[in-house]
């Protein structure tokens, strides 16, 4: 059984930068979409980011598109999650999870979560 694991998270000051792993373990990210949401209390979750590791496919949403960068590494076992230029709005818990084949902006379309790691931007 596929198991997701986020770390990175923390306190950091607005304009700092910040980098997010998700760790999986039970298989690899080759044959799955991940994507990266964030949640804020009371909202839904969202999708920031994907990738469809095999075919090299990236999106970013609209609202964060010049600051998100996803990386992986060459063992195909962690996904990371850069962000540039943070502010106060990106302070979320930040999730990655992965669903088969393709992305989908609806999280109940995936399958298997992590616990999420916490983001705190001070102004």
């Known amino acids: 059984q596929v198991q997701l694991v986020e770390s990175g998270g923390g306190l950091v000051q607005a304009g700092e930068s910040l980098t997010l792993s998700c760790a999986v373990t039970?298989?690899?990210?080759?044959?799955?979409?991940t994507g990266w949401f964030r949640q804020t209390p009371g909202q839904a979750r969202e999708l920031v980011a994907a990738?469809?590791?095999?075919?090299?496919?990236?999106c970013y949403a609209d609202s964060v598109q010049e600051r998100f960068h996803i990386g992986r590494d060459t063992t195909k076992t962690t996904g990371y999650l850069q962000i540039n230029s943070l502010n106060p709005e990106d302070s979320a818990v930040y999730y990655c999870?992965?669903?088969?084949?393709?992305?989908?902006?609806?999280?109940?379309?995936?399958?298997?979560w992590g616990q999420g790691t916490q983001v705190t931007v001070s102004s």
């Open positions: 039970g298989d690899t990210f080759s044959t799955y979409a």
């Open positions: 999870a992965v669903r088969p084949w393709f992305w989908r902006s609806n999280p109940g379309e995936y399958d298997s």
């Open positions: 990738f469809k590791w095999n075919a090299g496919n990236v």
